[in-house]
């Protein structure tokens, strides 16, 4: 038995329920005239000792022990038995125009595979899908015309029982489709539900079509197998019939007689109807089944079957059998099939009554005397049949023709043109059938005789069969061995038909004994003793002549077997000459014509993020449209007033630059002033040094053009909207130069020579550029190919470049400053020897001398020329003065005039000169005495020169020799990135000696040091590699952890994909199906690529690759078994991975819950600090696993889309239902019309938005757009749940992961939604310079937090919900709250608008904020290192300045704290930029008794500090720092450096200056640039063997 005890006793419970609910069904009235037991549709309780025995879906029953190469569940295959296709070759091949010798007839045969169908169902295919391939021979005329030789059709196992075929002692058992009785399944149906689609429920009558002689055409959703149209390839429902046999459409010799049954019940129904008016539906309908399920037993049992066994009788019916086996045997199955097929003719004739044949209709529209099979299996809208006499003709043909005779030949139409299933129309129905006896594991010939008490064949002579050379061919293929001669070739070869007829036999008389329902048993109380014997005279002839229009005397009596009287003779052999052609093999084409779509539908996929990028670009262009439209009215422009009045025109620049409008305006003192559109001055020329002034004018193009020819500078060329406008212009020109005694010269060309004769800004440029090369590889002995070695070509515009002369503007824009600067007048004032107002390459090469390779005296006396404007050899303090002014020009005028003053008394009185008005040359270069290494670096700075050239000849190394614990200078030492001399941060960063104290100065390294830093590169890889470990372990750690629960998901899911693959179908038998195909072992199959199959046509294989020893199914092209197994692989794997991350990715953002466990032991194993990055990281991770889980869903999407059916019913049991279509859904049903795949899609342009409104660019550009699109993320996670839920390749698992985070996460949210509701009033508001806006707050209660940790505020009065975070500047010890913010976004300048005194004025008070936090970051942990490096650029000074207020605060009063020395680095473009800082720290300066901070200010806008321009400057701040202890810049005692920070050389001198300290803090916060830089210095230290430094860093 299938089941097991416990599966029975819920039968038996399900039975009894059934028969309670019959029970009241039966006292509701519905059936009041049935008072006997209604037989079950599906064949359930009639046995009553075996519930299920022929049921549908029941085993079927072995007669003999199963016959498996393995004895479990593998099929004969070769060499164990010969080649199906070649036993089909040379057994049943041959002359099939025999009349049968028992007179049977056609209708006869088609009535038998009726009863066929009628107990047994062999089409529906197992799951997993399993193949027994058949391969053909090579040079096979019908399906290897070509000879290749490696052509297989495929054929798929039988459904089989799960929990069978696993091992010997329970091989594997099939199962039946549909109920083994003779209970009218074929007419009614298998099923209760089957039953009721085929019923009108109206007067007990069948449904009809719009005929009613023919059902209901069926619909595309129900349970009728549509197999192709193998003639057409036709598919669809039309012509396909509603029967209760799923397979009744296959030809329509089969339809005909489930027709005639369905006509009969609605017969007998309209005939009860009229006897029983009163009668209800149920009770006509059960009264006319029950009629006419007798019948056909009754037909089946004595009329049928004694014409094909040739008996006179069967054996009396003597009462029900209770325990007979009434199951169908395999044996029979097989053995009934092909003996029938032995007598199916190629061509069956329609008649009428007067006995005319009818001219058949074929699919060409050429007629033919008969209908041919092999062009007529499953015909949509056969032409033949549209009509009820069509039909009947059909049926009176069947009845007068003869069978073809009962050999072991078979019609090709049936060996070569049956339909198939699987890709191809065409199978052999043979090899078909001897390959489903290997899989029901049939025995042999043999014992199949000895079973049935036959006598054995002991030898290949003793089989009766006339034809012996048959016999030695067939024992040759069998290599002589009897004992393994298969039964359905023993069959086949048996002329006399004893074993068949035996199995037969015993087959039907079984089911009649064991029949609890049969219609003689007058113990079920079905019928009367009349109403039997009524039955045993109905034969089919009364049922033929009840539901055609022929008379009783048009049919002869017996339709199963023409006698010699019968009244239509129709003539014998059909002429197949007469006949169409049966139409060929093809293979189908599943993807066909979905090619260009797919690529079009990925194409779009991958495009998604471009559109989203599109997207973001607009958002962005419209945000800083709107930003620069906010700035502007913050702050508008000061433009410099110019008189609007002048002449417009268009300045053409070059071909490739567009040109734009300009005003020209001509000023006394021949100078020409080009505007723009803003009415800003864009240019001055001067023309006073011209005579006369070229103009050349365009003659053609509507004479638009004009070329104003300026020498020594780039051309000026205009053009106007028209000749007229021009005119104008060249007349006031024209007046203009007359005034200024100056004349014009014209001449005209076309425009385009006139374009090509000006020199352009661009050409100008390139000229300038090789000026300045040239220039300072001739001074600096640069070599040439350094220099940039020039061709011929070059060479000559080397020449021309040198002649040429720099005009004071280019001179300026060389320096990089305005030419109205007192700098460039007095420097160019000196260099133009000539006065012409022009510098030459000589005069330039003169000035760059002397700062390049001049000495300290030279470079002295230069500056001192180019102050003493009256050339008088004195330098007056107005001079001096005004020398300094120039300086500070640079620094945006940095100090005040007063401060200016202080600074030259301050130098004259420290140089002994306070009594003098007037310096000379030897007084101003004593004055600079002490710093002649200063003026020895000091250079010109010319943008655009590599930085290598500018490099100073002498060591701008700083190197420090301990000798008795004194510190040596010995060599300049390395100061933002150049040489300073004493500038070091040595020991003196201990401790300030009072005010007198110099500036602390940086120890770099000793010569001691460096000889033990001299280490193999090896050692330093490894040391650095250690020092990386020893910084990220916690990071390591953490990411390894996660990539291992990643990867391990990622397997686990991926894992259950390669036992289908790798491991025997044994282990997986009663699993649920993976997404996989198998095939049984094909030992024939040697010659292929690892023992595969492959089928051919043209140039493309179709090929089931070998896994172990199972096939897997494969499509066109080749390897596509091996895509399907990585496309499911990775989909399931990647799905897997993406539900973890998208999960865990939820606690990256549970800001309070990571500023909680930051303050627990949780800390040293989990680095908090990096969350953000972590989130990021699992972002990126997850958008990876994305991508391959969706190219994995493409990749499955296409196998899918060209997979049949039949496998499709199996991977997807719960989507899909074989209905032998083959046919695939195309593609975009995968896509758009599932619930994965819409979701699918939709996740996929969520992801594409988020993705990108989250990368760095757009979330600058435009917040909002990133606060809103990120929030997305709720539709995303619920996306994802209804994505996983469909089931459709692997149960969800998505809640696994989720579960907990979401959890932590909503708790997360609740919390900070709580804060969220509380507004706090803003206590003070003011705007400080730079756009930064300083807001001083209430203190929620209970609000409690560290130094270095932000908050979130949302301002409602901007008419925005949006969060955005800022660090806090106040101290924890303070009372009330602060924040300084930088209005650098929309925001914030609008915030800054709002809290704008104006707008103030206007509300008449602060609006309110919201809050949210505090959160904690890595610059909060300052506290736990002895010494800290904090490193703010710009307005990411601000978390440091709650930093050092805690710090200085703590230590006032006299807490414990580890942190015993803080530096302190601020990095800023000008002091003035952030004074607020400046104030903070003069308020720590202040406090700071213990001298715990040490600040150093970094001014990056200045010039290079070894440029002229800022040597003075420099020398100005060491003096005032050494007289009065404060900077000139700041006011602060910190130290102001110019230039960059060198964080390097600092971070070795902290080595030095505390060399007991193992580990130094270093927090910076800043732009990237910045914080990149101490990071890659962090890294450079830590090769070493010294004091590690830990860096922590936040960009903004």
């Given amino acids: ?58 085993l079927l029953s072995r007669l003999l022990p199963a016959n498996y190469a393995d004895g479990v569940y593998q099929a004969q295959q070769e060499p164990l038995v010969p080649s199906a296709r070649r036993l089909s070759d040379v057994v049943a091949q041959g002359d099939s125009e025999l009349p049968s010798q028992g007179n049977r007839t056609v209708l006869g045969v088609f009535f038998g595979f009726h009863v066929l169908s009628e107990i047994s169902e062999a089409i529906k295919p197992g799951c997993p899908a399993e193949f027994l391939n058949l391969p053909i021979p090579q040079g096979d005329p019908i399906f290897d015309p070509t000879g290749s030789g490696d052509v297989v059709l495929p054929f798929q196992r039988m459904q089989w029982a799960p929990g069978t075929g696993q091992s010997p002692n329970n091989p594997r058992e099939q199962i039946n489709g549909v109920t083994g009785w003779l209970d009218g399944s074929a007419i009614y149906g298998p099923s209760h539900s089957w039953s009721d689609s085929l019923r009108s429920f109206s007067r007990g009558m069948l449904l009809s079509g719009a005929h009613p002689s023919f059902p209901k055409q069926t619909e595309a959703n129900s349970l009728m197998w549509k197999a192709l149209d193998s003639s057409t390839g036709q598919s669809g429902t039309q012509g396909i019939f509603d029967f209760g046999n799923a397979k009744g459409n296959e030809n329509p010799f089969l339809q005909a007689i489930g027709i005639v049954w369905f006509r009969y019940h609605n017969y007998w129904a309209g005939k009860l109807a009229t006897q029983n008016p009163s009668w209800s539906d149920e009770d006509l309908f059960q009264h006319a089944r029950k009629r006419v399920i007798a019948t056909y037993q009754n037909i089946v049992l004595y009329e049928w079957l004694p014409t094909f066994l040739r008996k006179e009788k069967i054996t009396r019916y003597d009462d029900y059998k209770q325990h007979v086996d009434s199951r169908i045997s395999p044996d029979f199955l097989v053995a009934s099939t092909i003996f029938l097929g032995t007598m199916v003719p190629s061509g069956i004739y329609m008649r009428d009554t007067k006995c005319t044949l009818r001219d058949v209709t074929n699919t060409g529209g050429n007629h033919s005397t008969a209908l041919r099979l092999c062009n007529n299996y499953w015909s949509r809208g056969n032409p033949n049949l549209q009509t009820s006499k069509d039909v009947d003709d059909l049926l009176l043909g069947m009845s007068s023709q003869l069978a073809e005779r009962e050999d072991n030949i078979v019609v090709e139409d049936l060996r ?37 008490k036959l006598p054995t064949a002991k030898k290949w002579q003793e089989i009766p069969q006339e034809n012996q050379t048959l016999l030695e061919e067939v024992a040759a293929m069998y290599n002589n061995n009897l004992d393994r001669l298969e039964l359905l070739i023993g069959v086949l070869l048996e002329t006399n038909g004893t074993l068949v007829h035996a199995i037969i036999e015993d087959q039907f008389l079984r089911l009649r004994d064991g029949d609890r329902f049969w219609f003689e048993n007058i113990k079920n109380g079905l019928f009367s003793a009349e109403e039997i014997k009524e039955i045993q005279d109905t034969t089919f002839h009364d049922v033929l002549t009840a539901v055609t229009y022929a008379d009783s005397k048009d049919i002869q009596v017996n339709v199963f077997q023409r006698s010699d009287d019968a009244p239509c003779p129709l003539p014998w052999p059909v002429n197949k000459e007469q006949l169409p052609p049966c139409v060929r093999l093809t293979i189908l084409d599943y993807f066909k014509g979905s090619g260009a779509g797919f690529g079009i539908l990925i194409t779009a996929l991958c495009c998604l993020p471009l559109v989203s990028l599109f997207i973001a670009w607009i958002v962005a262009a419209f945000r800083r449209r709107n930003f620069k439209k906010l ?56 023309l006073k040094s011209q005579q006369p002034v070229e103009t050349v004018l365009s003659n053609n193009k509507g004479n638009k053009s004009l070329l104003l020819k300026i020498p020594k500078e780039y051309d000026l060329v205009l053009m106007f909207n028209g000749e007229a406008e021009r005119k104008d212009f060249l007349g006031q020109l024209k007046a203009y130069l007359e005034r200024n005694g100056l004349s014009l010269h014209i001449s005209e060309m076309k425009q385009q020579q006139l374009l090509q004769k000006a020199v352009t800004k661009q050409q100008r440029k390139n000229i300038l550029e090789i000026f300045f090369r040239q220039s300072f590889a001739q001074v600096l002995d640069i070599d040439r190919l350094d220099a940039g070695e020039l061709s011929l070509e070059g060479s000559q515009k080397a020449k021309e470049a040198l002649k040429s002369e720099l005009s004071r503007a280019e001179f300026a824009d060389a320096l990089g400053l305005k030419p109205q600067s007192v700098f460039v007048d007095s420097m160019f004032s000196l260099a133009d020897k000539d006065g012409n107002g022009y510098l030459s390459f000589r005069e330039f090469m003169d000035i760059l001398v002397v700062f390049m390779k001049g000495s300290p005296q030279e470079k002295s ?42 600074v030259i008394e301050s130098l004259f009185r420290e140089s002994g000169f306070q009594d003098k008005e007037e310096l000379t040359w030897e007084d101003f270069h004593y004055m600079l005495r002490e710093h002649h290494n200063e003026l020895q670096c000091a250079q010109l700075f010319i943008e655009g020169i590599p930085d290598r050239w500018r490099q100073n000849r002498n060591n701008h190394g700083s190197i420090l020799h301990r000798n008795n614990g004194v510190l040596n200078h010995e060599k300049p030492l390395i100061v933002g990135g150049d040489v300073l001399p004493g500038e070091g941060l040595g020991q003196d960063l201990r401790k300030r000696q009072g005010k007198k104290l110099s500036f ?86 040697s010659n292929s690529e690892e023992g595969g199959m492959s089928v051919s046509r043209g140039g493309s294989k179709w090929q089931p690759r070998l896994r172990g020893p199972h096939y897997g199914f494969a499509s066109p092209p080749t390897g596509i ?50 969350a953000v990055d972590f989130h990021r990281w699992i972002a990126t991770g997850a958008l990876i696993f994305s991508v391959l889980h969706t190219l994995g869903h493409v990749v499955n999407v296409y196998i899918f889309s060209v997979t049949p059916l039949s496998i499709l019913s199996c991977l ?62 709720v539709l995303l996670y619920i996306l994802v749940i209804i994505h996983g839920s469909y089931a459709l390749i692997q149960q969800p698992r998505f809640h696994i992961y989720f579960i907990v985070p979401a959890l932590l996460y909503g708790a997360d949210k609740l919390l900070s939604l709580s804060r969220k509701k509380v507004e706090i009033s803003v206590v003070k508001a003011e705007l400080l310079p730079s756009g930064v806006t300083y807001l001083q707050f209430q203190r929620p209660q209970d609000f409690e937090y560290r130094s270095g940790q932000w908050v979130r505020i949302a301002c409602l009065s901007l008419g925005t919900t949006e969060y955005h975070p800022f660090t806090l500047t106040s101290a924890p010890h303070e009372d009330t709250l602060s924040l300084h913010i930088r209005a650098a976004g929309p925001w914030t300048t609008r915030l800054r608008e709002l809290y704008s005194p104006e707008s103030i004025a206007e509300i008449g008070r602060y609006p309110k904020l919201y809050l949210d936090g505090p959160f904690g970051e890595g ?76 600040v150093h200010i970094y001014i990056t806008q200045l010039a290079e500090k070894f440029d002229l321009r800022t040597t003075m400057l420099y020398i100005c701040e060491r003096h005032f720092q050494n007289v009065l202890n404060q900077s000139l810049f700041t006011g602060l005692r910190s130290i102001t450096h110019f230039g960059r920070p060198p964080f390097l050389p600092f971070f070795c001198s902290l080595q030095e200056v505390h060399p007991e300290v193992r580990k130094i803090g270093v927090f910076s916060c800043g732009p990237p640039g910045m914080t990149k830089n101490v990071e890659k210095a962090c890294q450079k230290i830590n090769k070493r063997d010294q004091t590690y430094f830990v860096h922590h860093y936040e960009n903004f």
């Fill in 861 to 902: 006396k230069l500056m001192f020329q180019m102050y003493d404007i009256d050339g008088n050899g004195f330098l007056s303090k107005d001079e001096f003065f005004r020398m300094l002014r120039s300086f500070i020009e640079i620094s945006n005028n940095c100090l005040s005039q007063s401060k200016t003053e202080e």
């Fill in 631 to 686: 700035q502007k009215k913050q702050n508008p422009s000061d433009q410099t007033e110019v008189n609007a009045e002048g002449i417009q025109a268009f300045e053409w620049q070059d071909t490739k630059t567009p040109s734009c409008p300009v005003y020209l305006q001509l000023h006394e003192g021949r100078l020409i002033k080009v505007l723009d559109s803003k009415l800003s001055v864009l240019r001055t020329i001067t």
């Fill in 1212 to 1273: 997807f049991s719960n989507v899909f239902v074989n209905d032998g279509s083959q046919f695939p859904p195309k593609y975009y049903w995968w896509f758009f019309e599932t619930v994965p795949g819409m979701t699918g899609v939709l996740l996929l342009v969520i992801l594409a938005i988020m993705y990108v409104f989250a990368t760095h660019h757009f979330r600058r550009i435009s917040f909002q757009g990133f606060w809103i699109t990120h929030h997305l993320y």
């Fill in 1000 to 1085: 602390p100065q940086p120890h770099v390294y000793t010569e001691a040091r460096r000889e033990r830093y001299q280490r193999s590169k090896v050692h330093q890889k490894i040391q650095q590699f250690k020092r990386f470990i020893e910084n990220y372990r916690r990071h390591i750690i953490c990411v390894v952890i996660f990539s291992a629960i990643t990867a391990g998901v990622f397997v686990e899911r991926a894992y259950c994909e390669l036992p289908a693959y790798l491991t025997p179908p044994i282990q997986l038998l009663g699993s649920s199906p993976c997404m996989v195909v198998h095939e049984g072992q094909n030992s024939a199959s």
């Fill in 416 to 452: 070569d043109y049956w339909y198939g299933t699987v890709k191809y129309s065409r199978m052999d129905f043979v090899a078909s059938w001897i390959q489903r006896g290997r899989d029901l594991g049939l025995s042999t010939y043999n014992k199949a005789r000895e079973f049935f």
């Fill in 1419 to 1494: 610059h909060q942990e300052w506290n736990k290192f002895e010494v800290s490096v904090l490193v703010g650029g710009g307005i990411g000074v601000t978390p440091f300045a709650a930093i050092l207020k805690d710090l200085v605060f703590k230590s006032t009063v006299g807490s414990r704290i580890l942190c015993k020395k803080v530096y302190f680095i601020w990095v800023t473009r000008t002091q003035r930029q952030f004074e607020w800082m400046a104030d903070i720290i003069r308020e720590v300066e202040e406090n700071d008794k213990c001298d715990l901070v040490s």
């Fill in 1121 to 1170: 078994a091996d895509t399907t197994f990585v496309g499911i692989l990775i989909s399931r794997g990647a799905g897997a991975s993406i539900s973890f991350m998208y999960s865990f990715i939820l606690l990256t953002m549970c800001r309070n819950l990571i500023t909680f466990l930051r303050e627990t032991f949780f800390n040293r194993y989990i680095p908090f600090d990096s």
């Fill in 1 to 58: 038995m299938w089941t097991n005890p416990v599966t029975e006793t819920k039968i038996c419970l399900c039975g009894l329920l059934w028969l309670v609910l019959a029970a009241l069904w039966h006292s509701t009235g519905a059936q009041e005239n049935i008072d006997w037991e209604i037989q079950r549709y599906d064949g359930w309780y009639n046995n009553l000792v075996h519930h299920r025995h022929n049921s549908a879906g029941s």
